[in-house]
């Protein structure tokens, strides 16, 4: 059998990887994490499928986990291409998070097709061993070189089953383990247990029990006779019982109607106590229904205008404290603002003019003409002012900025050239100290100004508002005064301190005036009813020394049932006892047989362990030699002298003889004991690998070598390639 290719879809960390094989020796030389292992167990499961199922923890042992936690998809696995019997095949194989999601498929290469001739059970099919022989032979990793005892006894079982051609999987030392812990089950000389012992001990029981049975039959005889003494003992009482019911139901009935009578005497008390207290609130008092609804609707309409006044009193104060800390008492005026604005608007027009102003007649006419207009203008705002507030405001703003323009342009025309660039520094440094004088921005002397003058409406607007909130409260407060002063002088009557809750107040008078008309009604109706109950009261019955006469009564029926139950029980034990006298002698002779069958049984198994244990000893004398050369052929071409005289038992167990004296191979270093295993798996895959003969997978065993050790391990592998396809995985080109 030889691997021809394959192609890794996600296994692991190895995603869409691919590999073509050649014969006899292929080297893998990649850096540690590379996914080396992760390769060898790819090859492996896909001849023997995956280890482990959806849960457990993540281990070596659960291949399905460890492999499918590198990657988020649902199934891993790919395609493998080997060559059998001069026939080419491919196997698609594919694993998900649970064994029923895997799929299996082998496509003959040569037709296409799906080959029928091979199961998921390929690996066995094709090599003649299980997973199991697969990686303790062909398969050597770095970490797990060594055999353990356990290995090698599984291991020498199955060369025995090879050798003696028994395909079924047993072996004599599953057998010889099935019969000891059958023999185990009939007898056991540490504990005393097992069938034979259970027998004896049943069968001694059996006849304790016979003899107690008998001791119960006259056991019951004698409660029985008891049990009708206790009888006639509770009769008598159960005559007494009757007798003292009548008396004390009529008893009863007579002390619920006194301790209703006491309960409504109580109630009534309480009643009258109130209603003198009502009575003596309302006493001479001018009151009603009426009255009290109405101050109770007065008492809700000043619950609005207070919670109106409230919401006067503090709008816009926020507001407006700001811009009054903002202006700190010293607000300009509109004009001084439009002034300024005015100032600046001219005084860029002339920058961006290069200074140039008109020199013709007909120009100076018009500016002296805009400042006459102006003063008259002026005049006529002093007029508006008596008319419009807000006329006189525009026309003074309007007449100022006509009189400002007409001046500024008269002597700007007049001074044509004596202005210079200092004088409109001059003029800006004045607008910016106007702005810092009210803490404006100067960076920007436009939009200061504008921003100032918008702030002075709001303000001046913010207190034309509280002007007309202040006429408003003014006027609520009228009407709350009107409100208490009609509520106030009723509720003097019923309260000598008043607070401002005036709805609460007015609505308990209200609730105490209905009930005081109330209670003179039911106290009427609560009298009447205690008379009806004085009638019905017996005070010649005592509850009292009736109910104590009854509870000794029944503490006697007590004792005595409880008495009767017990020794029914006991007579009923004892007649179920005694009545499995039959029963008992029957399972005695049943168990009497059974010990003989027992006996006989555990010494036939016995027998048969015996002669199984001398025909395993014959056998393995018989496949040890095959074993045995195979690995002394590998292990004698190390050079080296420590590796001389070495033997391997029965058991796979490898012994070597140095100076006269026989010594485990445990006394070696790593070194030593990693080369003889790797030996004896080579003489494993020599062995039992009676079919096809597999690819071996070596996964870096040799890290523990020196250069003389490994320089002949890496002699026994170029020869070992000569028979065999090897796959070689390593991080070190010093191990090639």
Known sequence: MKILSLHIKNFGKLKDFDYTFNDGKNVILKENGFGKTTLAVFIKCMFYGIKGGNKGGLSDENERLKYLTWETTSLIGGTLDFEHDNNSYRIERYFGEKPSMDTFKIINLKTNKIEKNFTENLGEELFGVDSYGFERSTYIPQKIVEFNKKENATLSNKLASLTYGIDDGSSIDDVIIKLENESK??????????????????????????????TFESNANMIQTEIESVNKKIEELNFKLQNLKPKLEQAISSSAYKEEYERQMQNVEKVRVRYLELKEMFYNKEINESVCNDLITLSQELIKIKGKLEALESASDNELKTYSNKFNGKMPSINEIDTQIALYDNMSSNKNNNYSFASNKTKRIYQVLASFLGVILLFVSVFCYKVNVVLGIATTVVSTIILLFGILGVLNSKNKNSSTFDEYEKEENELKKFLLNYGYDESNIKQ????????????????????????EINELKLKQQKIEKA???????????????????????????????????KLKELENSIKEYSLKVD?????????????????GLSLYLTEKEKLINQKNNCEQNANLKQEYIQLLEIEKENFKKYFNKYNTISSTISFLRKAKDSLCSKYLKPITDAFLNRANKINDSEIKNISVDTDLNVNVLDNTKTRDIEYFSKGYK??????????????IFTKAKPCIILDDPFVNLDNKKFESVSKILDELALDYQILYLTCNTSRL
Do not use: H, M, W
């Not at 409406?457 to 034309?464: A, E």
């Not at 019955?541 to 503490?555: D, G, P």
């Not at 990693?674 to 062995?687: S, W």
């Open 448 to 471: 200061s100004l504008l921003e100032l003058r918008g702030d002075v409406l709001i303000y001046l607007k913010l207190l034309k508002n509280k002007e007309q909130d202040f006429n």
């Open 674 to 687: 990693d080369i003889i295993n790797i030996c004896l798996r080579l003489a494993l895959v020599d062995t």
């Open 539 to 555: 005070n010649n019955l005592n509850l009292n020394e009736l109910k104590v006469l009854e509870e000794k009564i029944n503490a």
């Open 487 to 521: 509520i106030l002088p009723f509720l003097n009557n019923f309260y000598d301190t008043i607070n401002d809750e005036y709805f609460t107040l007015l609505t308990d008078v209200k609730t105490n005036y209905l009930e005081y008309l109330g209670l003179e009604i």
């Open 185 to 214: 089950k009939y007898y056991k000389l540490s504990g005393k247990s097992g069938y034979i012992a259970e027998s004896k001990n049943k069968i001694s029981n059996l006849e304790i029990k016979i003899n107690e049975c008998q």
